[in-house]
């Protein structure tokens, strides 16, 4: 069973085009992340949602739209992609907000390639 | 600010061999610490974590970290390294204001050799 599950894994596109990332977990958990791996292996926070409530944003370009229609599930869009937004996306869930010391699963990530 | 060292880009060690990956952070009050593992092409994977008590704490896999407060240090140590402990080590601390934020640090490649 997939816990914390992303589509696609791979993701070639222009840039300039409108592209979207879907995670879904099945652990009943109430906060999930996206976060991004560049090109060094660094991995930043991006965004937080808990309980289709959006908690962190960080700094991100506007371009980037999380979208939560329900707890399991946290969608990425990103508009007019240019180069810099090639990276690897994680998703990730944790139990509740509110206490740092939960456990976050991750996702397998979604390799995404802008031309 | 919050952040994370791993000193160690990249480190090779011998199958059988001890290995120590080591963890600074910078941190004003009790820091909630974590050691993450990516296998190649995977996601991330908890091997343990610290947020009180007792300093030595242990994890999945044979892996073990020691929480130093005085040098700000929370190494990864494991007695045995195995060809599968191949994989990229992620040292985090939880961010301030309980948002779930994790701060990770750069990251250490660990290669083994046979």
Known sequence: DTAVSQTPKYLVTQMGNDKSIKCEQNLGHDTMYWYKQDSKKFLKIMFSYNNKELIINETVPNRFSPKSPDKAHLNLHINSLELGDSAVYFCASSHDLGRSTDTQYFGPGTRLTVL | ?114
């Open chain 2, 1 to 114: 600010a919050q952040s994370v060292t791993q000193p160690d880009i990249h480190i090779t060690v011998s199958e059988g061999a001890s290995l120590e990956l080591r963890c600074n952070y910078s941190y004003g009050a009790t820091p909630y610490l974590f050691w993450y593992v990516q296998s190649p092409g995977q996601g991330l994977q908890l091997l343990l974590k610290y947020f009180s008590g007792d300093t030595l704490v242990q994890g999945i896999k044979g892996f073990e970290a020691e929480f130093k407060r005085s040098q700000s240090s929370f190494n990864l140590r494991k007695p045995s390294v195995h060809w599968s402990d191949a994989a990229e080590y992620f040292c985090a601390v939880g961010g301030s204001g309980n948002t779930g934020k994790l701060i990770f640090g750069q990251g250490t490649t660990l290669q083994v050799k046979p």
